[in-house]
C-alpha cells in the first residue's frame, strides 16, 4: 500500500542468527504494528507502539524486540532467530481517530533455517 | 478483551453463486467491526467496516455485511461471486471507546471461487 513500505519482502537466514525487519511509513500516523501470519491462526500481534519510543507488547512478543526512534520507522528484531519464527510478517499503521482501521504493508516473508 | 471467530476456515464456491462469511465476536464493550480481505502473497486490505448507524455497511467489490448486536455477529455476504474474489478475509474487532486501537482479527476464511 502507498505510504508504508517493509524490508527486505524475503529473508532467508540461519538458527541462532539476529535479523532485523524494518517497516516505514509516510503517513505520519501515530499508531504502527508488527503482526505475524501463521496457517491455522491468522494474524497475531507480536508487538506496537503508539508513539516514538513508546511500545508495548503483543500477544506473542517472546522472542522479539522491537524500537521506534522515529515516527516514520518501526524496526522488529528478532534476537537469536529459531525455526518457529518462520513466518509473514506484516506492519500495520493507524491513526489516533475513532473508527480507524489499519494500513498494511506488503509483508516480509521469513525463513529460518 | 475481544475475541472474532470466523466459523468456516474454507469456502468453496461455484462462479456466480451467492457466498457468505461468518463471524462472531465476543466482547464486554461497544465495538467497531471490520472486515479485510487478502489477495495471494499480498498485505490485507479493508473490505469495510461498521462504526455506528445503519446495521448494513456496503463496503467495495460489491461486498456488504450486516451487524448483528445481538447474536454478535458481522457476517459478510456477496450476492454472485466471481474468479477474482478467490481470496482470504479476515474479521476484526476493536473496542469503540478509550485509547485502545488494537484491532483482534479472525483466524481467517479462505474463499475459493471456482469455474
Known amino acids: 500500500d502507498a505510504g508504508i513500505t517493509q524490508s527486505p519482502r524475503h529473508k532467508v537466514t540461519e538458527t541462532g542468527t539476529p535479523v532485523t525487519l524494518r517497516c516505514h511509513q509516510t503517513e505520519n500516523h501515530r499508531y504502527m504494528y508488527w503482526y505475524r501470519q501463521d496457517p491455522g491462526h491468522g494474524l497475531r500481534l507480536i508487538h506496537y507502539?503508539?508513539?516514538?519510543?513508546?511500545?508495548d507488547k503483543g500477544e506473542v512478543s517472546d522472542g522479539y524486540s522491537v524500537s521506534r526512534s522515529k515516527t516514520e520507522d518501526f524496526l522488529l528484531t528478532l534476537e537469536s532467530a529459531t525455526s518457529s519464527q518462520t513466518s509473514v510478517y506484516f506492519c500495520?499503521?493507524?491513526?489516533?481517530?475513532?473508527?480507524?482501521?489499519?494500513?498494511f504493508g506488503s509483508g516480509t516473508r521469513l525463513t529460518v533455517v | 478483551a475481544q475475541s472474532v471467530t470466523q466459523l468456516d476456515s474454507q469456502v468453496p464456491v461455484f462462479e456466480e453463486a451467492p457466498v457468505e462469511l461468518r463471524c462472531n465476536y465476543s466482547?464486554?464493550?461497544?465495538?467497531?467491526l471490520f472486515w479485510y480481505v487478502q489477495y495471494p502473497n499480498q498485505g490485507l486490505q479493508l473490505l469495510l467496516k461498521?462504526?455506528?448507524?445503519?446495521?448494513l455497511v456496503k463496503g467495495i467489490n460489491g461486498f456488504e455485511a450486516e451487524f448483528n448486536k445481538s447474536q454478535t455477529s458481522f457476517h459478510l455476504r456477496k450476492p454472485s461471486v466471481h474468479i477474482s474474489d478467490t481470496a482470504e478475509y479476515f474479521c476484526a474487532v476493536r473496542p469503540s471507546g478509550g485509547s485502545n486501537y488494537k484491532l483482534t482479527f479472525g483466524k481467517g476464511t479462505l474463499l475459493t471461487v471456482n469455474p
Open positions: 461498521y462504526l455506528s448507524g445503519s446495521t
Open positions: 507502539s503508539y508513539g516514538v519510543k513508546d511500545t
Open positions: 500495520a499503521i493507524s491513526e489516533s481517530v475513532q473508527g480507524d482501521g489499519y494500513t
Open positions: 466482547s464486554s464493550v461497544s465495538v467497531y
